[in-house]
């Protein structure tokens, strides 16, 4: 196979491919987009960042396409691809691949997920929409609402089935599936797979699926440095802040990396403590709202963020060409999440480092990482700089800040960035309490108070007025 003009896709998806740049397809896409145009159903795991969404949406566009109409009425246009996914930076992701690809033709490509209003999406389901990529909680409740009609499914696509599970999907997406015809294609993408998966797969799937697998299971990329270290725990923010601000080229701080942790309160601490040592860092975490996690991420794309603190709702969907490191601050508690979170970096041929800080407490977590990986760390210990390594370092870079115009355009962009989570706040109940000090009194002064003399009114009396004391 040398091009994606063999696989006689049609020259409408060929020209959108050609100007997106794509050239030679990647091993799943070369397995699987033979399988899926037959319309035959795949279970496909591939390691993150190889290109599974152009192997299912290629085709999926491919097959409906004969389908497509410029009709005005929505009865024209029903859901006829629907794609399934864990988080909602992954649909967003997703959503926008599939409408760069199908960009020349007249199919409708829209997403739905929570966290934003409802109601532009209730208008776009209702103008309607050929693909369809969703959350599935916010699938459910269009589908509550009568917003959408799935009975016209013709091809059903689980993109990470396996984190859907472990986030506990399992209840929607089993409620979604009696809703799609028993005649649809079915597809099930993921980097890993775990013995629950190939159990949904079967009551999925039609019989005798087609199982790709372009390597081994659960193999992390060549591409991708891996280093694990052994930490104090006194010690791992300290060892952190070093690492980001002397391990980047030519010693320079790190200028995008994305630092996973475990917790929401975790993400929120460590922030703050990057930003109070200088380090330009914003988080994403569950808690946040979509603006604010959408920001976050376009800050850091940008480049005017530097570190992207967050948990694992991050692990899947972002897509950040050439990200260089990431940073496991936290042992992840699920050995699959370390797949995905080391697999946003190594994307599309280009090479990561992947640094991983591990504390007396993760021995079993590590250990679980190794087995499913198939491979053994070489753990180093590793402490923190000292006080006076830290002021050598300072003093030597202060030449370079004085005269590098870059580097001061960069601190500028840095003073001049508000993270979204300081944007709303009041300064009124951001303001400290202080107790008042007490009254000052004049010891010089001697006050003498005299007993106040009793008023008195004339009060009537039947025989004469009498004085008497209030």
Known sequence: MTGFADFNLDPKILSAITRMGYETPTPIQEKAIPVVLAGGDVMGAAQTGTGKTAGFGLPLLARILPKANTSASPARHPVRALILTPTRELADQVSTNLTDYAKDTTLRVGVVYGGVDIRPQ?????????????????LLDHVQSRNVNLSQVEIVVLDEADRMLDMGFLPDITRILNLLPPTR??????????????????????????????????????????EVYKVADSDKTDVLIDVLKNRGENGNPMTQVIVFVNAKMTCRHLTRTLERVGINADAIHGDKTQEERQLALEGFKSGTIHVL????????????????VVIN????????????????????????????????????????????????????PLKPLSRQTRAQMRRQSAPNREEGGDDVSARERARAYVPPSHRYRDPIFETPYRERPPKRQDTDTIRIYEPEKPKVKQVAALLGGLRLPV
Do not use: W
């Open 122 to 138: 209730s208008d776009m389901l209702r103008r309607g929409v050929e693909v369809l990529t969703a959350t599935p909680g916010r």
């Open 185 to 226: 294609q079915s597809l099930l993408f993921s980097a890993t797979f775990s013995p629950e998966i190939k159990k949904l797969a079967k009551q999925m799937l039609k019989p005798n699926p087609t199982l790709i697998e372009v390597a081994r299971q659960n193999q992390t990329s060549e591409n991708i440095t891996q």
């Open 309 to 324: 603190v967050a948990t694992d709702v991050a692990a899947r969907g972002l897509d950040i060409k050439e990200l260089p």
């Open 329 to 380: 601050y936290d042992v992840p508690f699920c050995a699959e999440d370390y797949v995905h979170r080391i697999g946003r970096t190594g994307r599309a041929g280009s090479h990561g480092l992947a640094v991983m800080l591990s504390t007396q407490h993760d021995t079993k977590n590590i250990g679980e990482i190794e087995k499913l990986t198939k491979q053994t760390f070489d753990v180093k």
